[in-house]
């Protein structure tokens, strides 16, 4: 890399194009439960979690839609911090710091270290800024008024991606569920 290059760190990001994708895919990014309460068929039964001959139900993540672009606009707009110079190589490595940077600056901010930010299986956004999995909602739950002191702070901040969004669930496009 050339020293004297200066790479430009909030370089836009164009929004994945979906219109390819598989009706398989389509149809299984799709099929999410419709309401927060999730059905037993999708609970998680702990006791068996570690058996080899359970079939787990699919993994769902609760919470807003949002594509790399957004990140890359509130990291630039509220000044975070810049990623180290050894970051600073690949657009990958950028963006997993502003990722990171931003999540951490949202759980501050709303004071709630529940907050993960996943990949998303969506037609329509790259990551899931997330409250809760299905794996463990049944006891990470908020409680209403603080649930909804989070959406309020979160759509506060973020008025452009948030405000015309109810909170909902995804299913993840990775096998790594929680990568923060």
Same mark, same amino acid.
């Given at each position: 890399?050339?020293?004297?290059? =200066? ?24 099929? /999410? *439960? ?23 139900? *699919? ?10 672009? !957004? ?21 990958? #490595? ?10 951490? !600056?949202?759980?501050?901010? /709303? ?10 299986? #969506? ?39 948030? =405000? ?17």
């Amino acid at each position: 890399m050339n020293p004297n290059h =200066e790479i430009n760190l909030y370089e836009p990001c164009r929004p994945a194009n979906f219109t390819s994708a598989s009706a398989e895919w389509k149809a299984t990014a799709a099929n /999410c *439960p419709p309401e927060k309460q999730l059905p037993p068929e999708y609970r998680l039964n702990p006791k068996r979690r570690n058996d080899p001959n359970y079939e787990k139900p *699919p993994h769902f993540f609760y919470g807003f839609g949002l594509n790399i672009q !957004h990140i890359i606009d509130y990291h630039q707009t509220h000044e975070l911090p810049r990623p180290p110079p050894q970051s600073q190589r690949k657009r990958v #490595s950028i963006w997993l710091f502003f990722i990171d940077t931003v999540l951490k !600056h949202l759980r501050q901010l /709303c004071e709630y270290d529940g907050l993960r930010i996943v990949f998303a299986m #969506s037609t329509e956004y790259d990551l899931v800024l997330a409250m809760y999995n299905s794996y463990t909602f049944h006891y990470e739950e908020l409680a209403d008024e603080d649930e909804a002191d989070v959406i309020q702070l979160l759509r506060r901040e973020m008025p452009d991606v948030f =405000e015309n969004q109810k909170p909902r669930w995804f299913r993840t496009n990775s096998s790594y569920p929680d990568f923060y």
